[in-house]
């Protein structure tokens, strides 16, 4: 009991200086973006991203410095994992759209016509104002709702009170099955593998994981593709009809 008090006594400090250390470098990239000084503000950041801090400020903070830096790739998925973390902020979505708009001109500019990712797919933007433990909240309250109005209605003797139950309980199931989607959706569930966003324009996608490997497609900057497989320094991605090894540090990983 008293090295488990110590060992816990010791900790506590310990917690502390490290919250000190993350804010310290919070603050010191906050005062490098406010100077002007981009590269290291966006360092600072990805220092705390890479100790493992999943802050919707701090990823959104990153994605201005790279903004700022004309990484516009590394920059939506950025804004894309601060949505994550705090789904519908209004300031993250407009940057967002912004960075694909850039995107956007660059390619029409260069190329005379661009394809520009407008969202998420279809089923995570409809849930995009909720978080994850929202959705899981919704699905265990609907559950819970749909087995009381089941059980109730078997027990029940009024007429009223079965036909209340009688509605309220495919109300229930409905809602049940809107957030367990929703659930499904915002975890990755229905995906072919892990989302992640292209940060290099014309990213190779091979035709095996080596650099000799022939050139099957290209991915472009700022869109999004799903990883499902890695090899080395290679994933395998799938983007619509098209596939191919793409190098790992081309993609940022979402989730």
């Known amino acids: 009991m008293r090295s488990a008090l110590a060992l816990l006594l010791c900790l506590v400090p310990a917690a502390a200086a490290a919250q000190d250390t993350l804010a310290g470098s919070f603050a010191e990239a906050n005062a490098a973006y406010a100077r002007g000084d981009f590269e290291a503000a966006a360092r600072g950041y990805e220092r705390l991203v890479e100790a493992g801090v999943e802050d919707a400020d701090v990823f959104y903070d990153l994605g201005l410095a790279h903004a700022r830096l004309g990484q516009h790739g590394r920059a939506v998925a950025d804004f894309e994992r601060a949505l994550s973390v705090r789904p519908g902020d209004a300031e993250a979505l407009s940057a967002l759209e912004a960075s694909r708009g ?47 109005a089941l059980l109730a209605l078997f027990f029940a003797k009024a007429e009223r009170l079965r036909i209340g139950l009688g509605i309220a309980a495919p109300i229930a199931g409905l809602g049940l099955a809107f957030a367990a989607v929703g659930l499904s959706a915002r975890t990755g569930a229905l995906d072919p593998g892990a989302a992640a966003i292209v940060v290099r324009e014309g990213a190779p996608m091979r035709e095996g994981p080596s650099s000799e490997a022939s050139v099957r497609h290209e991915a472009l900057e700022g869109e999004r593709v799903y ?10 991605v799938q983007a619509g009809g098209r596939s191919g090894w793409v190098a790992a540090g081309d993609l940022i990983v979402l989730r």
Request: glycine share 10%.
């Open 102 to 148: 850039t995107l956007g001109r660059r390619r029409a500019e260069r190329e005379g016509e661009a394809f520009v990712e407008t969202g998420p797919p279809t089923l995570e933007g409809l849930y995009g104002w909720a978080s994850e433990n929202t959705l899981a909240v919704l699905v265990l309250v609907f559950e819970a709702i749909l087995v009381l």
């Open 227 to 236: 990883v499902t497989a890695e090899d080395g320094a290679f994933c395998r």
